[in-house]
Structures are given as structure tokens and as C-alpha cells.
């Protein structure tokens, strides 16, 4: 999903179910932006993730009994990857959980 989209998303939700909490947060590497609201399903929260690509993997480890494996990214400041997470808010355990569509699988 891409920025535009992204934006054209968040504004058909405001016009359709208003919005309860909109923020943004700092993660490890990049950033996400959140909206929350009440649909028919409960209660709804998406999270618009950027984060810079991965360019490299490098992975360090010994073959000896009981070594570590350590692993390093190597990220591209200037190019970003967008991903959308969507979450449902449990009342049973008293959490957010992430929305998997079976139908989409099947």
C-alpha cells in the first residue's frame, strides 16, 4: 500500500465510522502511523508502517556447541517499504489481535 492509498483509506474511514484515536510512533527502524475507530466488527485499529528496505543480511556465527548467531541488516535510508497491519480488539483477552481473513486463503 502506498501513501496516497493510505490517505484515501484513512478519510473513507473518517467519513464512514469517525475516528476514536489517530497517532503516530517511532519503531526500531521507521515509523507507523495509527487509526482507530468502531465498525460493525468492534473495534478497529490500522497501522500504516514505513520502514526503510533491507538491502543486506549478514549473519555471524561459529560452529561450536552453545556459540551465538548474531544477524545484521544493512537498510537503505533513502527508499522506504509501506505495509498496512490490521488489528480487532478482543474483549475476551482484553487485547488487540491481528486480523487474518480465512476467506482470502480458501
Known amino acids: 500500500m502506498m501513501p496516497e492509498r493510505w490517505k484515501e483509506l484513512k478519510q473513507e474511514v473518517k467519513e464512514k465510522f469517525g475516528l476514536e484515536d489517530e497517532y503516530e510512533e517511532e ?35 561459529s560452529n561450536r556447541i552453545g556459540s551465538s548467531v548474531s ?10 517499504v509501506y505495509h498496512l497491519e490490521v488489528f480487532v480488539w ?9 486480523f487474518v481473513n480465512q476467506d482470502a486463503f480458501n
Open 27 to 61: 519503531l526500531d527502524h521507521g515509523s507507523q502511523e495509527v487509526v482507530e475507530f468502531s465498525s460493525p466488527l468492534g473495534k478497529i485499529k490500522l497501522c500504516f508502517v514505513k520502514s526503510p528496505k533491507v538491502l543486506d543480511k549478514k549473519t555471524s556465527f
Open 71 to 80: 544477524v545484521e541488516y544493512v537498510y537503505d535510508p533513502e527508499n522506504f
Open 90 to 98: 478482543s474483549e475476551a483477552n482484553n487485547q488487540w489481535e491481528k
